[in-house]
């Protein structure tokens, strides 16, 4: 349990165990599941978490409710990661009424084999509930990131309950900074519905906010400001730092050396700069460095006539997360038709507001005299 206020306790799990969450992101120091109990004349729930911590979290909730009955099951998402236990709950509370919107319930009965009849308090947005001296208001969040995503405002405690926005990577019992985690979470997860965000942050700056209680990672209770200002950068496919970020693919090494002598020569010339192996380091991390850095150097060689896999990868994910308004410069490689250039250009045209340097470094086999004036070339050209 973590104290909020005497009425306000978290309830949630951290997963250590899990593999990927959301069967595909690496998540080394976990993951927390966060869940909320407001005790009032009527108890509200705000949330479940994952069904494979099920049992660990009721135990948290009937510590925290005691003797008292429980009168409502907020859901204010219904992906599994907090609905995972939702069957479960409503099954242990039969007097428990589920408070969502027509998708929440949908959605319910599509995850769950479910009779929800007699068992829901339907709210449409802008509609509140009265709990006694707790009132919530919910406020509809499409795509933020599923449809049926709602957010509640409490005005006694002037607490946001954000549903995943605002939310990380890690487990609450490993101390590391937000900023890292909690962008590769927003970028990964919610970067595709920047407009949607856009929106959900105009609403939330009319309202006075002391708390935000987020569906993964710490609570916030101080300098909101900086943690609204890095979504509203995010959100709106801004550039969060000066600098460069590379990302290479390399068959055998030859364009690896082409990349790090380029990182080479921005360190020197004290730019601020990051390079990835994108098909040894975690790709979902190079998506939010993508987004990161206001200028890319992409680093392929050419493979079936076209690029080698991993930045195809790289250049797929940015394009369905909307990626734009960045300044790049290329590096191709190729043993006898050079390709991937012509391929990586085709990939981020299609994307919008994007820069691409006139000068590009074509690599034959491997880098040979006169290769580094024209890598020279192109990085000025990529800072000017
Ligand atoms: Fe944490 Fe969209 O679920």
């Not at 009132?135 to 969040?141: H, S």
């Amino acid at each position: 349990m973590i104290y909020i206020s005497d009425t306000v306790k978290y309830i949630g799990v951290n997963d250590h165990e899990i593999d990927l969450f959301e069967g595909q992101y690496f998540v080394p120091n976990g993951i927390s599941y966060n869940s909320y109990i407001i005790t009032d004349e009527h108890c509200a729930l705000m949330d479940t978490v994952d069904s494979t911590k099920t049992e660990e979290w009721l135990c948290n909730l009937k510590t925290e409710l005691g003797e008292r009955s429980l009168d409502y099951v907020v859901v204010l998402h219904m992906e599994p990661d907090h609905s995972g236990s939702l069957k479960r709950v409503l099954e242990e509370y039969p007097n428990a009424k589920m408070v969502g919107n027509e998708k929440t319930i949908k959605f319910a009965e599509q995850f769950f084999d479910i009779d929800l009849t007699d068992r829901v308090h339907l709210v449409s947005n802008g509609e509140s509930l009265n709990l006694g001296s707790h009132t919530l208001t919910f406020v509809a969040a499409p795509m933020v990131h599923w449809p049926e995503v709602m957010v509640a405002y409490e005005h006694s405690e002037k607490i946001l309950f954000a549903a995943d926005a605002f939310g990380k990577f890690g487990a609450l019992d490993i101390d590391e900074e937000w900023d890292d985690e909690a962008r590769r979470y927003f970028i990964n997860i919610v970067g595709k519905y920047g407009a949607q965000v856009q929106k959900l942050l105009k609403q939330a700056a009319e309202l006075d906010i002391k708390t935000i209680c987020p569906l993964h990672g710490p609570i916030l209770k101080e300098n909101l400001g900086y943690y609204i200002n890095k979504y509203d950068i995010w959100s709106s496919y801004k550039a969060e730092d000066e600098g460069v970020f590379i990302a290479y693919a390399s068959i055998y090494g030859n364009t690896k050396k082409a990349a790090e002598l380029a990182y080479e020569k921005l360190i020197a010339k004290g730019i601020k700069a990051e390079i990835a192996d994108l098909a040894r380091d975690d790709m979902a991390e190079a998506i939010s460095n993508a987004f990161r850095y206001d200028k890319l150097i992409l680093a392929c060689p050419t493979y079936n006539a076209d690029m080698f896999p991993p930045m195809e990868i790289l250049l797929m994910n940015l394009k369905e997360k909307s990626f734009q308004n960045r300044k790049v410069a290329l590096i191709e490689n190729g043993t006898w038709v050079a390709q991937s250039g012509k391929r990586m250009r085709n990939a981020i045209e299609s994307m919008k507001d994007m820069t691409i340097c006139e000068t590009m470094l074509t690599v034959k086999s491997s880098m040979k005299p006169g290769d580094e004036e024209i890598l020279d070339k192109m990085i000025e050209e990529l800072l000017n």
